[in-house]
């Protein structure tokens, strides 16, 4: 039997390049996903791709309404709730401390941390109602180290850490396990992203800087973040809660 084989699994962040990755990997392994980004017409396009084991809504995650409905959706559409990526991010902006505007630290928090609050309280009164399950926030090597330029970021992404293992602690008893990925560099948009900001036309020169650091010698890809919720997600860490998941290349190693 297939590790996700009658899995339901909620995903937000699911039109980015991660949690793409993982949408795949759930109906690749058996199980059934809910998906949702920000961006209707990739959304549709995403649920196009994936087939009939999946259905998706357009959400802004910090909005408490919208995380209701998606999951409402995957249990009027599948009948149950078994687990749950809330991965949704931003990077922000990339400016020194004293030049980001309240604006910026909002903007930042509204999706980093309260749309992984927000998705985590939709959600646990379906898994309560499946009889247990899984969530899998997605945090950062920022979520245990800093980085210049990206104090917004950084910050939201610790955050996320002290509120995953509180929701551990708590629903440990209801059978719900809670977890954070943490990847470091990812080869996709959002690095992309962060080298341009941080030296606009060079981001080939900051990467670079990056990679040095990486013992592995490279940055990691979606396919291999996928790997690590998706095993997280799945029965195969039916021990495994309160905990941070590093998938980066050794980056934090020193
Ligand atoms: P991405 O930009 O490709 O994907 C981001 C996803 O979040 C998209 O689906 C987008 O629609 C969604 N999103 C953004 N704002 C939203 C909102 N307000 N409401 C609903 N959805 C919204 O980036 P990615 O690399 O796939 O990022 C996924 C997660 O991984 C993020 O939380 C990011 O912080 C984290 N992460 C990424 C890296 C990296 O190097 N790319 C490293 C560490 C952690």
């Known amino acids: ?13 699911a039109t980015g390049g991660i949690g793409s990755a993982l949408a795949h990997w759930v109906i690749e392994h058996g199980g059934r996903v809910a998906v949702s980004g920000s961006d209707t017409q990739k959304v549709s396009d995403l649920v196009r791709e994936l087939g009939e084991h999946a259905c998706g809504l357009s959400v802004d995650v910090s909005n408490e309404a919208d995380n209701q409905a998606l999951v409402d959706l995957a249990e009027s559409t599948f009948g149950r709730v078994d687990g749950a990526f ?10 020194p401390f004293n030049d980001q505007s309240d604006d910026d630290w909002e903007r930042v928090f509204n999706v980093n941390f309260h749309g992984v609050r927000l998705g985590a309280k939709a959600v646990i009164p379906a898994l309560k109602r499946a009889g247990g399950g899984s969530i899998v926030m997605t945090s950062s090597v920022a979520g245990v180290r800093g980085a210049p330029g990206l ?4 910050a939201s992404k610790h955050a996320l850490i002290g509120l995953m293992r509180s929701l551990a602690a708590e629903y440990g008893k209801e059978a719900i396990r809670i977890n954070t990925l943490n990847p470091g560099p990812v080869d996709n948009r959002m690095m992309r992203s962060i080298e341009e900001q941080s030296n606009p036309g060079q981001a080939e020169i900051v990467k670079q800087a990056f990679t040095t650091r990486i013992p592995l010698g490279r940055y990691v890809n979606n396919q291999e973040c996928a790997a690590m919720a998706g095993f997280l997600l799945s029965d195969q860490a039916s021990g495994v809660t309160g905990n941070t998941f ?7 190693a020193g």
């Open 1 to 13: 039997m297939s590790i996700m084989s009658e899995k339901i699994v909620v995903i937000t962040g």
């Open 151 to 154: 104090s917004p970021y950084v």
């Open 246 to 252: 590093m998938v980066d290349g050794g980056y934090c």
């Open 86 to 95: 809330l991965n949704a991010g931003i990077e922000g902006r990339v400016a």
